[in-house]
C-alpha cells in the first residue's frame, strides 16, 4: 500500500501557518493529488479551520489540547479523512504555543504508523518582525522569557526554519536575515518564502522532497519553563450572532471592532501574539488579523458587504489575563453594536489559559 505524505507545519502564533498551508495543498492539488487538512486548537470554533473550509479544502479540526496531547485523537482525524477523501498528502497545523513536536508527534507517527505513513522533514515557520526582535535583537517582543523560551525551542527542533512574508522585506533585509538565521540554526536548512504571494514555494517543496530524514532534533525541554509560557498567553474563542432591522456595513464594523481590541490591550498594555476575526453573511466571508500589538490590521478577505445579519468569530491570544481579555472585547463588540444599532446574541465563549502539556508519547 502506498504511503500517505504526512507534513507537519509549526511556528509560533502568528507566523502564517494557515495561509502557507492553503497555498500548499493548491499546488498539491494542481499536481492532481488528494490532499486533507488538520487543525489544532486549545478551544472549540477555530478561525483557522473556518478559512480552511470556504477556501474549499477537506479539513478535520482537533480542539482541547495541542497534538502531543491528543496524539490518538489525530490519528483519529487522519483515519476520518483517509476514509473521507483517500488522501495522498495530509498537511497538519500544530497549535502556534507548542514545542517539542519532534518527540511527540513526528517520532511518535514514525515508529507506530510506520506501515501508513510517509513523515516529511518538519517546517517552522517564522515571522520576520519577530525574528528581528526576539532572535537578531535579542529583545523579547511583549513577551514574558518564558514565552521567548518556547518561540526559540519551536525553531531548534525544526529541520526546516521557512522565514515567511519575505515579501515584506526589501532584498538586501531578507538575504541578511537569512544569513543571520543559518549561524543561529545550524542544524536546520534556512529558507525563505512568503505564503501570500508563493515566493519561494518551489524551493520549499523540493526540499521537502529531497531531503533525506525528518525529526532529526530532538530537544531537551525543560516543561516546567514550556507550561509556564504557556500559561502566561491568554486564550478567547468567542462567537457571536449580529442583527439589525436595516443592512449595515459589515466590514465597517470588523474593522472598527479589530482597531478597538488593539487600542485596549495596548491601554494595558498587552502584547498581541494573534487575533483573528471571521464575519460570514450571506453575500460571503470577511477575515481580518493582527499578528502583533504594534502591527496594523490586515483584510484576508472583504466579501462580507452590508447585511441585516451576520456571524462573528474571535480567536485572541493574548500575553494578558484571559479573563480581562474577554472582558475587553465582549465590551468593544457591545459598545460597537449600541453606537450602530446593532444586535448582539453572544452564543459561545472560551477563555483561559492553556494547561501544562502531557504528551501521550515522547521519544527521547
Not at 505524505?5 to 495561509?19: E, N, P, Q
Request: positive net charge.
Amino acid at each position: 500500500m502506498k504511503k500517505i505524505k504526512f507534513i507537519l507545519v509549526g511556528g509560533f502564533l502568528g507566523a502564517g501557518k494557515t495561509t502557507a498551508l492553503c497555498r500548499l495543498a493548491r499546488y498539491y492539488i494542481d499536481e492532481g493529488l488528494r490532499v486533507g487538512l488538520i487543525t489544532n486548537d486549545q478551544a472549540n470554533n477555530l478561525v483557522d479551520t473556518y478559512l480552511v473550509k470556504i477556501e474549499g479544502f477537506n479539513v478535520e479540526e482537533i480542539p482541547g489540547g495541542c497534538f502531543c496531547c491528543k496524539f490518538n485523537d489525530l490519528v483519529l482525524a487522519a483515519d476520518k479523512l483517509i476514509t473521507k477523501v483517500k488522501p495522498d498528502v495530509i498537511l497538519a497545523e500544530p497549535v502556534g504555543s507548542c514545542t517539542d513536536l519532534v518527540a511527540t508527534v513526528i517520532k511518535p507517527l514514525k515508529f507506530y504508523h510506520k506501515d501508513s505513513y510517509e513523515i516529511s522533514p518538519y517546517t517552522v515557520l517564522l515571522d520576520p518582525k519577530r525574528a528581528k526582535d526576539m532572535i537578531i535583537s535579542g529583545a523579547l517582543s511583549g513577551f514574558s522569557r518564558n514565552v521567548a523560551y518556547i518561540f526559540m525551542k519551536q525553531l531548534e527542533e525544526s529541520d526546516i526554519v521557512a522565514l515567511n512574508k519575505i515579501d515584506t522585506l526589501k532584498p538586501a533585509q531578507a538575504a541578511s536575515m537569512l544569513n543571520l538565521l543559518k549561524k543561529k540554526f545550524p542544524k536546520s536548512k534556512v529558507i525563505g518564502i512568503s505564503s501570500r504571494t508563493g515566493k519561494g514555494f518551489d524551493h520549499w517543496i523540493k526540499i521537502v522532497r529531497t531531503m533525506k530524514g525528518c525529526g532529526r532534533n530532538i530537544l531537551d525541554v525543560d516543561y516546567d519553563i514550556y507550561a509556564s509560557g504557556e500559561a502566561e498567553l491568554g486564550w478567547l474563542n468567542f462567537i457571536a450572532e449580529l442583527s439589525a432591522k436595516a443592512p449595515f456595513s459589515t466590514e465597517k464594523l470588523l474593522k472598527a471592532l479589530t482597531l478597538k481590541i488593539k487600542s485596549s490591550l495596548n491601554d494595558i498594555p498587552a502584547e498581541i501574539a494573534h487575533l483573528k476575526l471571521a464575519l460570514s453573511t450571506g453575500l460571503g466571508n470577511s477575515l481580518i488579523h493582527l499578528t502583533r500589538s504594534s502591527q496594523g490590521l490586515e483584510f484576508f478577505k472583504r466579501e462580507s458587504g452590508k447585511s441585516s445579519s451576520a456571524r462573528l468569530i474571535v480567536n485572541a491570544r493574548v500575553h494578558t489575563d484571559p479573563k480581562l481579555l474577554c472582558a475587553l472585547v465582549t465590551g468593544a463588540l457591545n459598545e460597537l453594536c449600541k453606537k450602530e444599532g446593532v444586535g448582539l446574541r453572544i452564543k459561545s465563549k472560551q477563555y483561559f489559559r492553556p494547561g501544562r502539556p502531557v504528551p501521550v508519547h515522547r521519544f527521547v
